[in-house]
């Protein structure tokens, strides 16, 4: 081995990590029409940009928890304080 060489450890985990590589792939794949291939990739990439559309529509969805919270108790003290009014009212 040359000098020059430098030899690094690698621990790859999980170790059994060759056991989950797959493919889709059958050799009769081959054979299939290339206009029915490029319509099966057309479609796939149309899923994927349907699904990136998607989760950007999720993350942008962010709301304002605390401002919202404030909102929530806002409106639960005035409920309690007209259900508490009509009750005093009835009484009377």
Do not use: H
Not at 7 to 25: K, N
Not at 37 to 44: E, I, P, V
Not at 64 to 87: C, E, F, G, M
Request: no cysteine; proline share 7%.
């Amino acid at each position: 081995m040359p000098i020059s060489e430098d030899i690094y450890p690698v621990q790859l985990s999980p170790a059994s990590w060759a056991q989950y590589l797959s493919t889709d792939f059958q050799p009769v794949d081959l054979l299939m029409d290339p206009k029915l291939l490029l319509q099966k990739l057309s479609d796939a990439e149309q899923q994927r940009r349907d699904l990136i559309s998607r989760l950007g529509d999720l993350k942008g969805n962010q709301q304002n928890i605390p401002a919202l919270q404030a909102k929530a108790d806002a409106a639960r003290a005035a409920y309690t304080v007209s259900a508490l009014d009509s009750v005093k009212v009835g009484l009377v």
